[in-house]
């Protein structure tokens, strides 16, 4: 079966605290939230979430509050490398283009795959969605997703700060953007 045009939009939740760090703490991916989309079918095809075990930090009470997830949650989650590994098979992160909410998520990536000596999952072609919608809805600043889904009158669907549901929704997006013709094509927007 050939997956001609499907993208992977992703969301990650990480490692975060109300102030200050704890010494020794880093910021680590604890949820990928991943949504497959098919622009020419305009359908959100299915949604994923994989939760990732940190090895040099703790879910505060903070990073609880905000994405709902728990230490003992993410206990019961893939190390980092065996969700990379995941995301580069049954996803195919490698050859299929993906998309996220501004840059974070891929920088994210970047750095602890470069940390931990684990293997990048993703291809090159990334979009930068909200890059694209500013864009294309000819705003003066990037919006959050929460407020690009104002603009765009449609619903925030789940929690905002959970990775599976906001990968749901800027699956919603996508599908939008991609509607307007305002979707970069293949080949476009690829990082070097």
């Keep these: ?19 200050e760090r704890p010494p020794g703490a880093v910021s680590e991916i604890i949820e990928i939230g991943l949504t497959v989309v098919d622009p020419a079918a305009g359908e959100r095809i299915s949604r994923h979430r994989i939760l990732v075990r940190p090895a040099r930090s703790r879910v505060s009470a903070f990073c609880t509050e905000l994405t709902g997830l728990t230490q003992e949650e993410v206990d019961t989650g893939l190390d980092f490398a065996a969700a990379c590994r995941l995301l580069a098979t049954t996803y195919e992160a490698g050859t299929r283009p993906w998309a996220s909410w501004g840059d974070y998520d891929r920088n994210q ?6 940390v ?16 694209v919608f500013t864009e294309a809805y000819d705003l003066s600043r990037r919006p959050g997703m929460a407020r690009a889904l104002e603009f765009a009158g449609l619903p925030l669907e789940g929690r905002h700060h959970r990775g599976e ?8 997006l996508v599908l939008r953007l991609a509607e ?6 293949e080949g476009a927007g690829a990082v070097p």
Aim: hydrophobic fraction near 35%.
């Design 165 to 172: 549901d906001d990968a749901w929704n800027i699956a919603a």
């Design 1 to 19: 079966m050939h997956h001609g045009g499907l993208i992977n939009v992703v969301d990650v939740e990480a490692t975060c605290w109300d102030g």
């Design 180 to 185: 307007r013709g305002a979707w970069p094509a």
């Design 109 to 114: 990536f970047t750095h602890q795959c470069r």
């Design 116 to 131: 931990t000596g684990t293997r990048y999952p993703f291809g090159r072609h990334h979009t930068n969605a909200k890059a």
